[in-house]
């Protein structure tokens, strides 16, 4: 079984954001790999180390070179080889194309994306890339097991979970819980991760269905109304008669 | 043209939220001047189609064979057929586990531009521009959709509910079927709980609770309220809550009434998951802690003094 992992560049999420125009300024800003990536990563290694039959670990970015650093912390978790198409994702119909392309020019049994990026938050990759493959998609994933050589998937859904048999190949958007803590790469595979192969292809033409086109920076909060730990009535009387929540 | 409302069932039942979209998607219908309709999937009592009459739905399509459980592929395809049907402008799905799972794909079969995680109406129509935040809730980027058709996911408890009643003619909706790929081979489900995404008012707790073993008066300050529990990260990475109560970046990203966040220092990453509350009450120890940043009433003191005593006060409030 072959396993790709779509991996998106982010700010690490403790970035305070500032941008000019629509550009996020990108000086002082650390760039990690997106944090449901990298579990999808660990959990896509588990199941390999496991002997459950996972042959390959494959890693797919749509950005420019400075995104390469990304690519090659995925590598050096473990991953077997990477592709980045060479360009600045627009949206995430652009960039589900791309890696719909990606996926076409080779050979994989499970597709995975985290369910969101911590940039644009469009939440929408997974189900686009699985809709242009014409592939099953399943959302909400918790958790990937190999049983029998036949993958099994669970799904949260209101209350719990749901477990799944699924065709392959499958697009699975995952979310925390398939994996709890990343894997930190090892200096072994920091210096692996240099030798292993990275194809960059270039992207193809796609129609702009959305853009961004002005950022606005939210109101400023008003400033905390505090109540002294002697006052527990008061602050009840606030959220009963000011704030009208309870 | 048409605006296309998506209503996901809950054991045949429809939820607030059902009616929060019907509101929202009225509210455009109207603003665009054509008529909304209404698409349920899978088996739903007569007695909850009639409920949504009350939101305005001209029609409301519905289709109960094979859509006992959730295949995104079959479910896109059924969908996107009802919007070509009725000649949809604007299909609306509700962000939650479902709609994210669909609205990716019905908008590349409809060459629709998405919108996820909407909260308003849109700026303008023509162009198309909608507000949503981005960058985990830190800014508002304006979205322009360029398509002919397009695609909202709206979040939860962000847009009033509106009467406003309409004809709700039912119909059933003639589909293609596609084959399902997947399937569903077991459910665990604990039923009657109240959830954390559906809940109100949440009671939040962290490390300052010091271990597991001190949820006892948070279970009941929630109690109490009518609230859900959650926790925040540490707490669930260190297994003293399920990591389904965990919100932040990385967790649950909820937008309750009243959030109460108590002994949560607050990083960067739990505020971009409780940002979008009404209201947040925090209670902590160190008057520097972020959280107070955040909040809306604070509370500089000891979780184990202070939460009995509000026990206490909200019984009797």
Known sequence: MNILVCVSNVPDTTTKVKFSGTQLETEGVQWIVNPWDELAITRALELKESGAGVDKITIATVGLVGTETTIRKGLAMGADDAFRVDADPTDAFFTATQLAEVIKAGSYDLIMTGFESADYNGISVGGMLSEILGYPSVGAVSAVNIVDGKLQIDREIDGGKEVLSVQTPVVASVQKGIAIDPRIPAMRGIMMARRKPLTVMPAVEVEVYTEVVEIELPEAKSAVKMFDAEDIQGLVNALKNEANVI | ?317
């Open chain 2, 1 to 317: 043209m048409s605006v296309l409302v998506y209503l996901e069932n809950w054991d045949g039942k429809f939820k607030k939220v059902s009616f929060e979209l019907l509101s929202y998607g009225k509210k455009i219908a109207e603003d665009m001047g054509v008529p909304m309709f209404a698409l349920s999937l899978g088996k739903v009592d007569a007695s909850e189609l009639e409920t949504l009459k009350t939101y305005g739905p001209e029609k409301i399509f519905v289709n109960d064979n094979g859509f006992d459980s959730l295949d995104n592929e079959m479910y896109a395809s059924a969908i996107s057929q009802a919007a070509e049907k009725e000649d949809a402008t604007l299909v609306v799905f509700s962000q939650d586990n479902v709609g994210n799972a669909l609205a990716g794909r019905v908008a590349v079969r409809l060459k629709a531009g998405l919108v996820s995680a909407v909260s308003a109406i849109p700026i303008s129509y023509d162009p198309f521009i909608i507000k949503k935040k981005v960058y985990t809730n830190k800014v508002f980027g304006h979205v322009k959709v360029n398509t002919a058709k397009k695609i909202l996911s709206l979040s939860k408890n962000t847009f009033e509910i509106i009467e406003n009643a309409a004809a709700g003619v039912v119909e059933e909706l003639a589909l293609d079927h596609a084959e399902p790929k997947t399937k569903v081979e077991s459910t665990d489900k604990v039923t009657g709980k109240l959830l954390l995404t559906d809940a109100e008012l949440v009671v939040s707790a962290g490390r300052g609770m010091k271990g597991p073993e001190n949820w006892g008066m948070i279970e009941e300050l929630a109690e109490t309220l009518g609230a859900a529990t959650a926790c925040s990260r540490p707490c669930s990475d260190e297994g003293w809550r399920p990591h389904t109560e965990h919100v932040g970046q990385t967790g649950k990203i909820i937008a309750p009434n009243l959030y109460i966040a108590i002994g949560i220092s607050g990083a960067i990453q739990h505020i971009g998951g409780i940002s979008n509350s009404k209201c947040i009450v925090a209670i902590n120890k160190d008057p520097d802690a972020p959280i107070f940043e955040a909040a809306d009433y604070g509370i500089v003191g000891d979780a184990f003094k202070v939460i009995p005593e509000l026990n206490e006060a909200l019984k009797n409030a």
